[in-house]
């Protein structure tokens, strides 16, 4: 026996195995207990698994030792619920059972979520008295851990006798794995004085605890202790360190930590490649894995995953498709996996590529909802609704469960198309799955504001039990962005009633809002508020109260705050060239316009349009004509209606007639009622009526719905005494139902919160 117990060990196949296996048969000796359990045991190890299951059954009267093997046999292969039916076998055939049975059922039953079972469990371990045992509760306690009931798995720890490693591992770990990593790293902390010596299980659930919370002071006091212990950071830790710095945003660290490790394995390049593309250092991910290439590193299919998704976010296609080729030429994992499929996916989408996108989800024969995800994502981030929700409905004919991210992303496509009806039926679908996740929440917010459902947006909200800043957010620039101004900043205001902490994008909110509603004293009042609360200085918030303040008039203030920008996109300069240009400043627009070609930004249609503004009202025609040049010359800008219609304004006031006409007949296509209106307009100041009855058949016979553009043709024709093309012309849009829109102002009446809005029409 002891020559075939040699054999056992040193058995590494199954062929080997099965000989084994005959020599006991033809001796008699697999009838012997010890034998039969080491049969058992190489078999679930070397395959095929089911001769483990053969060899048990055939067994006369398996004592509790064997019991135990084949339950945790099947535990090691992953048959959870096989090893459940076993264990309700053993309990009806033996009356005592042995301590090593209950760990690896105790494994079953977390692995299947079977709570109630682990709890007879339990209580079967403490009638046997086994409860004391180190190993059962160790089991007790990562079962109690696994499926979330942390204050059961205290327990266990707490009466504990001897608390090692393991055990400290284990509660740590648990503690972070259902979110409430800052009580594991307190628990760390109070529990580190009764250790002696920490391994790196415990380090590693420390750190990936204080990565999660982007805790980088706790990160550093964990890393000083990891040295002072002389613990190896090679391996794991030394990863998971890396992983943890780059987490708080100190890649230095990350870098200080991968340049010393003395054995830079494939998990290691990995970390730091991973650590680089979620920071958004994107070039430094690709030049780390041709480092990686040159030091023969093999990479693995995370490592390609990173390196393709950094050549998504950069656009580099053709990097993208030789990181793939290197993938299948490698071996390393073939199209249409779990890694590399979404990650291909994002990468054609990035450059546009959809048929490619579709070749490679098409040619995925288990489609994941991940990759599902990251099509429909893909379709919504590039604006093509329409296709994202076709996928969608493609993705439950398929009968593929989406997720709370699909229900998010085909959400926010509703609310861009404004497909209201088909928004509310998939928030019936979301309720029927019990997905209500904070995310789905705030995507059902959004989308009914586009859809100006706010009733049904406020009942989103209010449904919501934790609102946490997100929710707050969704609804208040819900609101902000599509008309209910007033009610955004009713929210903003309870939330600071209610000490809600806020962040940029509230403050950002909130001002546009105010912007909306030209409230220029609760902008100022939500500027000051920002600045209290250490918001730091931010492109899109500088760029907000920049539009506030100039919409509000308050030019001095709109160009302090422009002064004070670290950085200012085109759309700054916009905002405040258009501020001077509308408050008839023309030569401090110009002067801006200037600045900001000699800081390098481009400009773009609407800075132009905000010039020729500026010069139309200050009655700039040569300047005004060298600007409109230099936008198709120079920047390759291809004017606009409102372009047009801007020139052709200036020329005609300045009395250019012949000009502004050349300017019309010489437009691409079909002239508009903006730029006739423009025209007319001129005519009547020079009192060039003679050319209005030139091409009167033109004007009177245009098609639109501009009333400014009727009015002003009938208000010409009173001038000049013609009442009968005047009545005609009324009559006109009487029949068509337009009418004259009536000027109106809004000013705001008391500084209280109940703040009132007047309308002053002018006298008649």
């Not at 998704?309 to 030789?322: F, M, Q, V």
């Not at 912007?515 to 500027?527: A, R």
């Not at 437009?667 to 903006?674: G, H, L, N």
Request: charged letters at 20%; aromatic letters at 10%; glycine letters at 8%.
């Amino acid at each position: 026996m002891t020559q075939y117990m040699r054999l056992f060990r040193a058995c590494t196949t199954s062929r080997t195995l099965t000989k084994i296996h005959g020599h006991l048969i033809v001796t008699g000796l697999h009838r012997d207990p010890l034998a039969a359990t080491k049969l058992i045991e190489s078999y679930a190890q070397f395959g095929p698994f089911v001769s483990s299951r053969i060899v048990f059954d055939n067994f006369p009267n398996p004592d509790s030792f064997m019991w135990g093997v084949i339950i945790k046999c099947h535990v090691w292969n992953g048959f959870f619920d096989d090893s459940i039916c076993l264990y309700h076998d053993m309990l009806f055939e033996l009356k005592e059972q042995s301590r090593f049975i209950f760990p690896p059922v105790l494994k079953a039953c977390s692995a299947i979520g079977e709570l109630g079972l682990g709890e007879k469990v339990h209580g079967t371990i403490i009638k046997s008295l086994f409860e004391s045992d180190f190993v059962i509760e160790t089991s007790l306690l990562n079962m109690y851990g696994d499926m979330g009931c942390l204050d059961s798995a205290r327990k266990i720890f707490d009466n504990m006798p001897v608390r090692d490693v393991v055990s400290l591992s284990s509660i740590i770990s648990s503690y972070v794995k259902n979110g409430q990593v800052s009580e594991g790293l307190d628990f760390f902390g109070e529990m580190v004085k009764e250790v002696s010596e920490l391994d790196e299980v415990t380090m590693l659930s420390v750190s990936e605890a204080c990565g999660e919370m982007g805790f980088w002071r706790e990160g550093k006091s964990l890393h000083g202790f990891v040295i002072r212990r002389n613990i190896s950071i090679d391996g794991a830790l030394g990863t998971s360190l890396v992983a943890m710095y780059a987490k708080c945003g100190d890649l230095n660290s990350s870098e200080g930590i991968f340049a010393q490790a003395a054995d830079r394995s494939t998990s290691l390049w990995t970390a730091m490649i991973s650590c680089y593309h979620q920071n958004g250092w994107y070039q430094e991910a690709l030049r780390s894995f041709l480092k990686m290439q040159s030091c023969d590193v093999e990479p693995n299919a995370v490592t390609l995953m990173c390196v393709i998704l950094s050549c998504a976010r950069l656009s580099k296609l053709n990097e993208g498709k030789s990181v793939h080729a290197f993938g299948i030429k490698n071996a390393v994992e073939q199209p249409g996996n779990d890694l590399l499929g979404p990650a291909l996916v994002d990468l054609y989408a990035s450059c546009g590529k959809f048929r490619e996108c579709h070749r490679v989800f098409d040619s995925t024969e288990d489609r994941l909802v991940l990759l599902w995800n990251m099509l429909i994502s893909s379709y919504t981030r590039e604006g093509m609704m329409n296709e994202a929700s076709k996928l969608f409905k493609q993705m439950l004919a398929q009968q593929s469960l989406p997720d709370s991210f699909t229900l998010a992303s085909i959400l926010s496509a509703c609310g861009e198309l404004g497909f209201s009806e088909l928004g509310c039926q998939i928030h019936s679908y979301a309720l029927k799955l019990g997905i209500s996740t904070e995310f789905v929440q705030n995507s059902l917010i959004a989308m009914y504001c586009k859809g100006e459902l706010f009733d049904s947006a406020h009942r989103v909200f209010s449904m919501t039990k934790q609102k946490g800043i997100v929710a707050w957010n969704a609804i208040i620039s819900g609101l902000a962005q599509n008309g209910r101004s007033k009610e955004a900043l009713a929210f903003f205001n309870e939330m600071h009633s209610n000490a809600i902490e806020m962040n940029d994008i509230t403050f950002l909110s909130a001002i546009q809002a105010c912007s909306n509603l030209g409230y220029i004293e609760d902008g100022k009042w939500i500027h000051h508020k920002l600045i209290t609360n250490g918001v730091r200085n931010d492109l899109y918030i500088d760029t907000a109260l920049v539009d506030l303040y100039a919409k509000c008039g308050d030019l001095q203030m709109a160009q302090r705050v422009f002064d004070t920008m670290f950085e200012r996109s085109v759309v700054s300069w916009s905002i405040l060239i258009g501020a001077y240009a509308v408050h008839g400043q023309a030569d401090v627009a110009i002067s801006f316009f200037w600045k900001m070609i000699g800081s390098g930004t481009r400009p773009n249609e609407i800075i132009f349009m905000n010039i020729l503004s500026a010069c139309r009202h200050a009655g700039y025609l040569e300047a005004g004509k060298s600007f409109f040049k230099s936008m198709i010359n120079d920047f390759g800008i291809e004017p606009n209606f409102e372009h047009y219609a801007c020139l052709v304004d200036l020329l005609s006031r300045a009395g250019d007639l012949h000009g502004a006409y050349e300017i019309i007949t010489s437009m691409p296509s079909p002239v508009d009622a903006s730029v006739w209106g423009a025209f007319i307009n001129g005519c009547r100041i020079h009192q060039r009526m003679d050319i209005i009855e030139s091409m009167k058949e033109n004007l009177v016979n245009m098609h639109t719905d501009d009333t400014g553009y009727h009015t002003l043709l009938s208000n010409l024709y009173a001038e000049g005494g013609e009442w009968n093309e005047f009545n005609t012309m009324r009559s006109n849009m009487t029949k068509k139902g337009l009418q004259k829109v009536q000027g109106q102002s809004m000013i705001k009446i008391g500084a209280d919160d109940k703040v009132t809005t007047k309308l002053r029409k002018p006298a008649t």
